[in-house]
């Protein structure tokens, strides 16, 4: 096949890290993109910072504006995809119009979910998820006294940390007994959880919203289930998400929590990719597969499917993805997290648990090894050379020789070379990051 | 693509290319002005160890800094889209007026050399002293095992 019609459904991180390996190897392929939403691409992960007025409403932006041209991508913004034909290789759009592929990208990431018993038309509740969200509850901010934001996650925390910052009274409401619950463990949210409790922000945990009380269809509280009563003109919900799937509900195209994909990131027809928070991959710490809805991997993943969308023969060889990992990183006043992996095994007797803990100085580590290899950490306070421990994540290496050392501030990269000798060294020397 | 390359079996760890770094990003000219200035200007490079009397070569460090890399972790990690290639010269540069100091760069580089900057409100790292002829780290190695050449005239990694 030597022109090929691309068919790429979303415009963020997943589409833009394809788009990019394209256009790096196939300049003269047909590439049409389509998005539901109509704000030229910018980054979700920045809206909380626009929120908290850290940045502008040009600071969102993730590439430069020309950037579709200079890709020679047909955008088509604002239209939503409703249907996809695998077998008659079309795509068609909420106003009728549609494309044909011979190939399709789907990158349509994951929506907020919001619980059933919260009605989201009433004025102020709202979720964070895209450009549109930000700018209602910046509109609602002024005039607005007190906020509840139920979720704990990243966003949850992030949100609240902007309403915060804008001047508002925020209790967190939060289903497990600890805040970002699924990036640290207790020890650590304890430390952090200070400085939130510092800068006057309100946690409830163990506890969920259990009605929403309103009048003339504005919020005006919340009650939670150990029945106490919160005002609020603001009720931002950041649970957890769902990945985008209606668009192949009528397809066989096979999902779980995601759509499923190999690590060529092709779904069950081969012609047929997905990547992103729609996606479900394989996690190299878990080893399950699961939806890890992350920037990094919906990038990586990105990457990949783009690779394997402009190799033109089937005997070339195709690019692999080595497997998501959940990794985050968060900077709250000033005390920087960062996780990997499992940080909070089920099972602690399977696994060898590193942790040096000082909370007067807002420091915490935990390091998660099974089998000499590290499958989860936490790091809160010290982050220096934490990517030189991802890499020993990744790469599934050995880590006796220096298990009585990662733990340590000085830890570093000439540890790996040490043991790891001159392949890694040469790794080095050319730049090779993975 | 020009890099720079340390040759271990050169490397005295004597810290003059840190010193060096740390001054030629500092905005003044001078070591004795430099260290007045509160924090300390930060180096983004690094002399490490890479093995002691334990270990068969014995003492031994490096000088370790930004790669470049070909596939760069750190762009794909960044949020803001401000790290990227200058299509120019090559390197990898963040843009400081994108960087929203959230760390994911420092999350995920394998070989540790992205740093937070001095008031922790970006990640800087190195950037082959655009502004000079010569990188500082090189110019200041009294044994000249820092070199900044092309691939095919870098040393060979040692065993
Ligand atoms: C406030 C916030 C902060 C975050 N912070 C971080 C962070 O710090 N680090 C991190 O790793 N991750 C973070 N995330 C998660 C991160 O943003 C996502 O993992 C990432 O955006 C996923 O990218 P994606 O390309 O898969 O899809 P998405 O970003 O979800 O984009 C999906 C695209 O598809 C389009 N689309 C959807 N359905 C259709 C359809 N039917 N037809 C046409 N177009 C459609 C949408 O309009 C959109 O353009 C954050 C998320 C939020 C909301």
Redesign the interface.
């Known amino acids: 096949m030597t022109f090929m019609k691309i068919v790429i459904i979303g415009n963020s991180a997943a589409s833009t890290?394809a788009i990019e390996t394209i256009r790096a190897e196939d300049k003269d392929s047909s590439i049409v993109q389509i998005s539901e939403e109509r704000h030229p691409l910018y980054?979700r992960?920045?809206l909380s910072?626009y929120l908290a007025d850290?940045?502008d409403k040009n600071?969102l932006?993730?590439?430069s504006a020309d950037f579709h041209k200079k890709m020679d991508v047909q955008l088509h913004p604002g239209r939503c995809v409703e249907e996809v034909d695998p077998a008659g290789q079309k795509v068609t759009c909420s106003d009728g119009s549609a494309h044909s592929f011979d190939r399709l990208l789907i990158a349509t990431g994951s929506s907020a979910k919001i619980p059933d018993n919260i009605p989201e038309t009433l004025r102020g509740v709202f979720v964070l998820r895209t450009v549109a969200d930000a700018e209602a509850i910046k509109q609602k901010l002024s005039g607005a006294k007190k906020a509840v934001v139920l979720g704990g996650g990243l966003v949850g925390m992030r949100a609240a940390d902007a309403l915060c910052r804008a001047g508002l009274k925020v209790f967190v409401v939060i289903g497990s007994n600890r805040i970002l619950s699924r990036m640290i463990d207790y020890e650590a949210a304890r430390i952090v959880g200070t400085r939130v409790r510092d800068n006057d922000i309100e946690v409830m945990t163990g506890s969920d919203v259990s009605e929403v009380l309103h009048k003339d269809g504005n919020v005006v509280g919340v009650v939670t289930d150990n029945g106490l009563m919160l005002d609020c003109e603001i009720l931002i919900v950041a649970k957890s998400v769902r990945a985008n799937t209606g668009l192949i509900r009528n397809t066989d195209i096979k999902t779980r929590r995601g759509i499923e994909t190999n690590a060529s990131m092709q779904t069950n027809y081969e012609n047929i990719y997905a990547a992103g928070d729609v996606a479900e991959t394989f996690d190299i710490t878990t080893e399950e597969y699961t939806v890890n809805a992350l920037?990094?991997c919906a990038?990586?993943q990105g990457?990949i499917a783009g690779q394997n969308i402009a190799r033109r023969d089937a005997a070339g060889i195709p690019a692999k993805y080595a497997g998501s990992v959940a990794?985050?990183?968060?900077?709250f006043w000033?005390i920087?997290i960062?996780s990997?992996g499992v940080t909070v095994p089920e099972d602690e007797s399977r696994y060898t648990i590193l942790k040096d803990s000082r909370p007067e100085q807002n420091v915490y580590k935990k390091i998660v090894i099974a089998d000499n290899r590290i499958k989860g950490l936490i790091l809160v306070g010290r982050?220096?050379?934490?990517?030189?421990l991802?890499?020993l994540v990744q790469n599934k290496m050995d880590v006796a020789p220096f298990m009585d050392q990662l733990l340590g501030d000085r830890f570093?990269?000439?540890h790996v070379?040490?043991h790891g000798?001159?392949p890694v060294?040469?790794k080095?020397?050319?730049?090779?990051?993975? | 693509m020009k890099?720079i390359?340390c040759i271990?079996e050169k490397c005295l760890a004597c810290r003059s290319c840190e010193i060096a770094c740390a001054v030629a990003h500092s905005g003044v000219e001078r070591v004795e002005d430099a260290v007045k200035i509160r924090p300390l200007p930060k180096h983004r490079i690094?002399v490490?160890?890479?093995?002691d009397r334990n270990?068969p070569q014995g003492i031994r460090?490096?000088a370790?800094q930004c790669?470049?890399?070909?596939?760069?972790?750190?762009a794909?990690?960044c949020?803001?889209?401000g790290i990227s290639r200058d299509p120019e010269t090559g390197a990898i540069v963040n843009n400081p007026d994108?960087c929203?100091?959230?760390?994911?760069?420092?999350?995920?580089?394998?070989?540790?050399?992205?740093?937070?900057y001095e008031d922790?409100r970006r990640a800087v790292k190195c950037d082959h002293c655009a502004d000079r002829d010569e990188p500082a780290c090189v110019e200041a190695c009294p044994t000249r095992a820092i070199l900044y050449c092309e691939?095919e005239d870098?040393p060979i990694?040692?065993?």
């Not at chain 1, 080095?428 to 993975?434: M, N, Q």
Request: include cysteine; glycine fraction near 10%; hydrophobic fraction near 40%.
């Open positions: 890290a980054s992960c920045l910072y850290k940045i600071g932006a993730y590439r920037w990094t990038v990586q990457r990794m985050n990183s968060l900077n000033g920087p960062i990997f982050i220096a050379n934490a990517g030189v991802f890499s570093n990269f000439g070379v040490r000798g001159k060294l040469e080095y020397y050319r730049g090779l990051s993975t | 890099r390359y271990v690094r490490e160890s890479i093995g270990t460090s490096i370790l790669r470049h890399c070909e596939d760069p972790l750190c794909q990690a949020i803001t889209g994108k929203v100091a959230c760390w994911s760069c420092i999350m995920v580089c394998p070989f540790g050399v992205i740093v937070r922790c691939a870098a990694p040692v065993e």
